[in-house]
């Protein structure tokens, strides 16, 4: 129960700091681009519990698209730069005009070290066009 209370704080302060991040709009290309920034239609939750990890990645518009596709995998800090962790990606596919995609999965040991998710959610308008956005949770740390 004192897991739960805790991911339920997390969860309630990130949806609360995201509300309050503002993101420059920009518009679908002809072609395929990507965007490493901080969009606040994206979240991404670490949350590890002794040495399991549970990952937790959404994607939520105003607008609908013909596809949505998310993908998320854990990474691993080694030095200053970050790395695929072992496990696979994890992803997910709704088509048929959605607002909204979610996505969950769970790493079942970690060794120490410190991780966080990467997120990439790929667009598709009803055009055909694809816009592809990356995105990071937060740090965690397996002591």
Same mark, same amino acid.
Request: aromatic share 10%.
């Given at each position: 129960?004192?897991?739960?209370?805790? *991911?339920? /704080?997390?969860?309630?302060? =990130?949806?609360?700091?995201?509300?309050?991040?503002? =993101?420059?709009?920009?518009?679908?290309?002809? &072609?395929?681009? =990507?965007? %490493? +920034?901080?969009?606040?239609?994206?979240?991404?939750?670490?949350?590890? &519990? #002794? &040495?399991?990890?549970?990952?937790?990645?959404?994607?939520? &518009?105003? @607008?609908? %698209?013909? @596809?949505?596709?998310?993908?998320?995998?854990?990474? +691993?800090?080694?030095?200053?730069?970050?790395?695929?962790?072992?496990?696979?990606?994890?992803?997910?596919?709704?088509?048929?005009?959605?607002?909204?995609?979610?996505?969950?999965?769970?790493?079942?040991?970690?060794?120490? #070290?410190? %991780?966080?998710? %990467? #997120?990439? +959610?790929? *667009?598709?308008?009803? #055009?055909?066009?694809?816009? +592809?956005?990356?995105?990071?949770?937060?740090? /965690?740390? @397996?002591?």
């Amino acid at each position: 129960m004192k897991s739960l209370k805790k *991911l339920t /704080a997390i969860l309630l302060a =990130v949806i609360m700091c995201a509300g309050m991040l503002s =993101v420059p709009a920009f518009a679908f290309d002809d &072609d395929i681009s =990507v965007c %490493y +920034v901080s969009d606040d239609r994206c979240t991404s939750i670490l949350y590890i &519990d #002794g &040495d399991k990890a549970t990952l937790s990645s959404s994607f939520r &518009d105003t @607008v609908s %698209y013909e @596809v949505l596709h998310i993908k998320q995998y854990l990474e +691993v800090k080694s030095g200053s730069s970050w790395s695929k962790y072992s496990g696979g990606s994890i992803f997910s596919t709704r088509r048929t005009n959605a607002l909204s995609i979610a996505l969950e999965s769970t790493e079942p040991v970690l060794p120490s #070290g410190t %991780y966080r998710i %990467y #997120g990439e +959610v790929t *667009l598709t308008s009803n #055009g055909g066009t694809q816009k +592809v956005i990356s995105f990071y949770s937060n740090e /965690a740390t @397996v002591s």
